[in-house]
């Protein structure tokens, strides 16, 4: 029997997935936890003992940071010291921390938002600070094989519980290779209605049948 429990709160996202119902067989996971909002929810994860915590992106939001306490931040606080304040303001909420305390382990991936540029890829300029600090964040020994990658990918195996299986979890990097998208999010364009779906339908179109497809399409008409 295998239960799968969604909770939300505010903008942060949460999945636990149970396998017959043991607690050594749960694993939580979930993105966008802004790091200057409540961080209450975090003992509700606890509350249901999970093995471990899987970030799977927008750990923070670095780009938010106060512009005003920083002198050497970019104009849309990419830089480094933006991106580390974002993971010390998160560290020292005293929920978190808890937390941190008392999971047997967390790892996961990064989102644009972690990453440090709304949107970015490829090009962003401090994409090998930005992995450092992340790594850092999960606690990754300055030794790891995971330090010397051009990209936070990684895998993990669990064993399960009573049964010889294992389950083997890959977390993919969308971000560090990312070229341009022909199609410019239309997320940050809050002045057009449903913009987000509207770019997620055009991308998810293209991806299907090919950008030549759709322009070829539209100058027939």
Same mark, same amino acid.
């Given at each position: 029997?295998?239960?799968?429990?969604?909770? =939300?709160?505010?903008?942060?996202?949460?999945?636990?997935?149970?396998?017959?119902?043991?607690?050594?067989?749960?694993?939580?996971?979930?993105?966008?936890?802004?790091?200057?909002?409540?961080?209450?929810?975090?003992?509700?994860?606890?509350?249901?003992?999970?093995?471990?915590?899987?970030?799977?992106?927008?750990?923070?939001? =670095?780009?938010?940071?106060?512009?005003?306490?920083?002198?050497?931040?970019?104009?849309?606080?990419?830089?480094?010291?933006?991106?580390?304040?974002?993971?010390?303001?998160?560290?020292?909420?005293?929920?978190?921390?808890?937390?941190?305390?008392?999971?047997?382990?967390?790892?996961?991936?990064?989102?644009?938002?972690?990453?440090?540029?709304?949107?970015?890829?490829?090009?962003?300029?401090?994409?090998?600070?930005?992995?450092?600090?992340?790594?850092?964040?999960?606690?990754?020994?300055?030794?790891?094989?995971?330090?010397?990658?051009?990209?936070?990918?990684?895998?993990?195996?669990?064993?399960?519980?009573?049964?010889?299986?294992?389950?083997?979890?890959?977390?993919?990097?969308?971000?560090?290779?990312?070229?341009?998208?022909?199609?410019?999010?239309?997320?940050?364009?809050?002045?057009?209605?449903?913009?987000?779906?509207?770019?997620?339908?055009?991308?998810?179109?293209?991806?299907?049948?090919?950008?030549?497809?759709?322009?070829?399409?539209?100058?027939?008409?």
């Amino acid at each position: 029997m295998r239960r799968v429990a969604v909770l =939300a709160t505010g903008l942060f996202f949460l999945v636990l997935a149970q396998s017959e119902l043991q607690n050594s067989n749960v694993l939580a996971f979930g993105s966008c936890a802004k790091q200057y909002k409540s961080q209450e929810f975090w003992d509700t994860i606890l509350n249901v003992s999970p093995r471990g915590w899987l970030w799977l992106g927008d750990a923070i939001y =670095a780009s938010e940071i106060q512009l005003s306490i920083f002198i050497d931040c970019t104009s849309d606080c990419s830089s480094p010291k933006c991106i580390e304040e974002g993971y010390k303001s998160l560290e020292s909420n005293s929920d978190y921390k808890r937390f941190k305390e008392q999971i047997p382990f967390i790892d996961g991936t990064w989102d644009d938002h972690d990453y440090g540029v709304n949107d970015g890829g490829k090009e962003f300029q401090y994409k090998a600070e930005s992995q450092g600090l992340f790594l850092d964040f999960l606690d990754i020994p300055k030794n790891s094989m995971r330090r010397t990658r051009d990209g936070v990918y990684s895998s993990r195996a669990f064993s399960i519980s009573d049964s010889r299986s294992q389950v083997n979890l890959i977390l993919l990097d969308v971000r560090t290779h990312r070229e341009q998208p022909l199609i410019e999010s239309l997320g940050q364009y809050s002045n057009i209605p449903f913009s987000s779906v509207i770019a997620a339908v055009l991308r998810m179109l293209t991806s299907l049948i090919g950008y030549e497809s759709i322009v070829s399409s539209f100058f027939s008409l």
